[in-house]
């Protein structure tokens, strides 16, 4: 009878941590896997890009060049070229500004003894596997990158992406399929 007792209490305990368990991770059957390169296509210009889909990174972040911030109406606003060696035409935007991201210097941008800088950030809208979706992005000058466009974390989870490290361009590929 104990032994039945001790069985009976090791299966309710095992149903209710698998339970909790299931209630408690992040469900994963809508999201998709994409490469650490994919492309992204900016609206309503139509432009497709390079975008790297960098997991340790929070914020998604733009090419932009001849950053002006001015005010309008009592609202910050800036205009900003979206230009890197890997874009055939420069796009012009003139947007809101959301907000002020700080973003933690490099070791190597050790010029100023400040650990963090300021980046205007806008919404934009993109279209990521076929699907419009309006993220954040922090406004730089990614020249010296490989991509004009990196989406980070909150990005990734916008767009319900997981991402494979060990691959790339996965949207090309199955556009080829097609």
Do not use: C, W
């Amino acid at each position: 009878m104990k032994s039945q007792k001790t069985n009976l209490f090791y299966f309710i305990f095992l149903f209710i941590g698998t339970v909790t368990f299931f209630a408690s991770t992040p469900v994963i059957a809508n999201k998709s896997v994409y490469g650490y390169l994919e492309p992204v296509t900016l609206t309503p210009d139509k432009i497709t890009l390079t975008a790297k889909l960098d997991t340790g990174a929070e914020t998604a972040s733009i090419s932009a060049k001849d950053i002006q911030l001015y005010e309008k109406k009592g609202e910050e606003y800036v205009k900003f070229k979206v230009s890197h060696p890997n874009l055939e035409q420069t796009l012009h935007y003139n947007l809101p500004i959301v907000r002020h991201s700080k973003i933690k210097r490099r070791a190597i941008d050790g010029i100023n003894n400040k650990k963090f800088h300021s980046r205007p950030v806008v919404n934009i809208e993109i279209y990521f596997d076929g699907k419009p979706h309006k993220i954040m992005v922090n406004l730089i000058d990614r020249s010296n990158f490989s991509t004009p466009m990196l989406l980070g974390r909150k990005a990734l989870e916008k767009v319900d992406a997981i991402v494979d490290s060990t691959v790339a361009n996965t949207l090309l590929s199955k556009n080829e399929r097609y």
